[in-house]
């Protein structure tokens, strides 16, 4: 495939880049331990440790189990460890450092001066220079510096230990939403954070930031919504660099770093509005784009967009993962990246040109009054996608007791093509918004060239409806009139939500929690919510009021601004397409877990991930299940992996996916493990939070090791 001249590097440029320093924490992984998210700066989630073996494996057993006490939410962390000491999170991001071979508790940080945090966090990021060692990690919208060894904060980084991560962005993003789900990457003495923004027209720009590890000053910006003058200004509309009414296009998965190139590879997602784009028009760079940038300086070495114009919410939902490809027995160095579609595309990490055959195709083009879609979406010809792409009416769950209603309403939406636009009739989101490919990421062994990725079959459908038009939202109370513009579409008009897809119910709130925690929750976000920090202090309790019950019923009389009129357009809701029993409303598998040889493009095996024990009893082969959280891969030839809804932990073999050890964890695991060796021995370890998925809470963190 040939890039576009806005994609290109020279050789000339490309030998300019410069070898990186190491840190410690480097030295002390190379696949020998565990010392960076995802297992090192490639996040291969590959483990050169041996003591665990196919042979031995069933023989595993806990080696400890170490209770957080706090059960407030999902524990999505990817634990590290560095020099004997493994460091985590809690479900309310309290930062934890624990002995590593035994899980007693060294030291525990939670930072007084603010609320409990709701955000979900996948892990801390680790740096070091002689003596001065460091935690950093993300809570609401600070990243913070503690002392690695005491877990007290760095009072010279940034404001007394924290650094707000609305700075580098402009003024328009002052008191928009930001957060960040995911450990930075270290480059030098940098750290660049991915941060999770809004997905409405209200999202801050998603622009990548390098800070100052010492200080926390800002060292670089990469502006993923270009200005004027700038590279990818003309595939946006005029103002959308403005901020007004478009924002987003941010990194939230994570990257990766190739530090001897000085590469750093960032996965962008969507633009906000995600679901409509006619303030937008344009193939909107550098949305939905893999970047590589220079890690020193931010400066744009290559990109390559896998969706134009996304309107389907189809961020890369990963750190990408770098590869060693063998090719006519040529090593090529290469970065892979998985997507929300069940693609894999390869490409050579200095020059972007792809390593598979990718076509532009045709897709439909018949968007709601006012889109502009494009015409034209890349698709690899190689590999095979992971999940399936289209849904017929002959593929209907045939275990389903309400079939005939299930097909009804499959033929009454758009589904016959993966780029199907959004649209009033309602129209089917597949692989699904959680995939296909998810924030666990892909797996990859080095010594075979073999990629791992688990994989969701979860259909959605996704309507969109004209927004209430702003006269009568004018006679609505002040509270009420919150409600309907900004949490019908996840909660309902009824507040009655949609718990089998997510979305809890919001009547009676006010027995369950009381008002001081709904604040901080409309105020910081929870989970997947985000915040609404920009509502006015009187509106916030207007809503809360509502919310209680306590609000008069009194009709406004001021007029309501429009703040975002350009978007014409919201949706009814993320809504599962399920049986009448809450199982997909498609036929198995509904999770899997795939083999592919990087250097032949060819599967090496597929099987399915998780059940349903109770379709088990019925003689139902395992369906497979929902599943978030990624493997981990060893020399020892294992495979671990737990992310299933069923709260199992397994172990496969990697050349064969024979299931060779299971077990139920406490609580499920929807994090990816973390393996090492502490005392001469190798431990596996995994965060059990449960939670998602309706599955029992747990505040747990797991480690299994042979007796």
Known sequence: MKLSSLSKITIASAALIVSAWYSGSDDKNRYTGWSEFLGGPERTHYS????????????????????????????????????????????????????????????????????????????????????????????????????????????????????????????????????????????KDLIIMPVRLSEGPDAAPGHIRAFNVRTGKLAWTFRTIPHPGEVGYETWGKNNYKNEDVGAANNWAGMAVDRDRGILFVPTGSAGYDFYGGNRPGQNLFANCLLALDAATGKRLWHFQFVHHDVWDRDLPSAPTLVTVNRDGKKIDAVAQITKSGFVFVFDRVTGKSLFPIKEIPVPTNGVPGEKPWPTQPVPLKPAPFSRQTLTMD???????????????????????????????????????????????????????????????????????????????????????????????????????????????????????????????????????????????????????????????????????????????????????????????INPPWGQLSAINLNTGEYAWKITLGEFKELTAKGIAPTGCENYGGPVITAGGVLFIAATKDGMFRAFNKKTGQLLFETKLPAAGFATPSTYQANGKQYVVIACGGTKLGTPKGDSYVAFALP
């Open 395 to 585: 593929e209907i769950n045939p275990f389903a007791a309400n079939r005939d209603e299930l097909a009804a309403t499959l033929r009454s939406v758009r589904h016959r093509n993966q780029f199907e636009q959004p649209s009033k009739e309602g129209t089917l989101i597949f692989p699904g918004y959680d995939g296909g490919g998810e924030w666990g990421g892909a797996g990859y062994d080095p010594e075979t060239g073999i990629l791992y990725v688990n994989s969701n079959e979860m259909p959605w459908i996704m309507t969109i409806v004209d927004k209430p038009k702003m006269d009568k939202l004018a006679m609505l109370p002040t509270g009420e009139r919150a409600y309907v513009q900004y949490c019908t579409a996840c909660h309902g008009a009824d507040r009655k939500g949609n718990p089998k897809s997510g979305y809890p119910s919001l009547v009676g709130i006010n027995t369950r929690r009381d008002r001081a925690y709904i604040h901080t929750l409309v105020s910081n976000g929870k989970g997947m919510m985000p915040g609404f920090s920009y509502l006015k202090p009187t509106e916030k309790d207007a809503l809360i009021a509502f919310l209680f019950g306590e609000e008069k019923k009194e009709a406004g009389s001021a007029a309501v601004e429009d703040k975002f009129s350009s978007v014409p357009y919201k949706t009814t809701g993320y809504n599962k397409f399920l049986d009448k029993d809450g199982y997909p409303g």
């Open 48 to 187: 050169s440790l041996t003591q665990i073996t196919t042979e031995n494996v069933k023989n595993l057993q806990v080696a400890w189990e170490y209770h957080s006490g706090d059960t407030t939410g999902q524990i999505q962390c990817n634990p590290i460890m560095v020099d004997g000491v493994l460091y985590g999170t809690t479900a309310s991001v309290q930062v934890f450092a624990l002995d590593a071979a035994t899980g007693k508790e060294l030291w525990k940080y939670k930072d007084s001066k603010d609320p409990q945090w709701f955000n979900t966090n996948r892990g801390v990021t680790y740096w070091e220079d002689g003596n001065d060692k460091r935690i950093f990690f993300s809570a609401g919208q600070w990243l913070y510096a503690l002392e690695a060894k005491t877990g007290k904060p760095i009072e010279s980084f940034g404001e007394n230990g924290r650094m707000d991560l609305h700075n580098g962005l402009p003024a328009s993003a002052k008191d928009k939403f930001i957060c960040s789900n995911t450990p930075g990457t270290i480059f």
